[in-house]
């Protein structure tokens, strides 16, 4: 199924938006989600529930992006909170238990986008 010029155009105009920093994060955040979380569908009572599948794996990311990036937690959720504009990302929203906001994961258009200019290597 071919992306087509409009939809290529667009994602990458997104991207343009973004600083080297904010494309660093978001690569670092997708490889995270990759390696650590496995959202199975046939999972129904997590699939709609975007916290249940990362809520301590955030902190790990977090930690990690922290460390790396010589930022604070509230510095990396801002800058998230900034790259979601482009719909690469979004906060997990919801009424949880305890959860006051600031936890982010990677769209299935940023899936998409990556899919598209490493020719499926990542899917």
Not at 117 to 122: C, D, M, P, R
Request: hydrophobic share 35%; with cysteine; glycine share 8%.
């Amino acid at each position: 199924n071919p992306m087509s010029t409009d939809e290529f155009d667009e994602y990458l105009f997104n991207l343009s938006m973004l600083s080297y920093r904010q494309i660093n994060l978001l690569i670092d955040l997708f490889v995270h989600e990759k390696n650590n979380i496995s959202e199975s569908i046939s999972d129904e009572s997590k699939k709609d529930n975007k916290l249940a599948s990362r809520s301590g794996k955030w902190g790990d990311f977090i930690d990690m992006a922290t460390s790396k990036y010589n930022l604070t937690k509230e510095e990396v959720v801002a800058i998230f909170s900034g790259i979601s504009k482009t719909g690469f990302c979004a906060e997990v929203v919801g009424t949880y238990l305890g959860y006051t906001g600031g936890v982010f994961y990677i769209t299935s258009s940023c899936e998409k986008f990556v899919k598209m200019i490493t020719g499926g290597l990542y899917e």
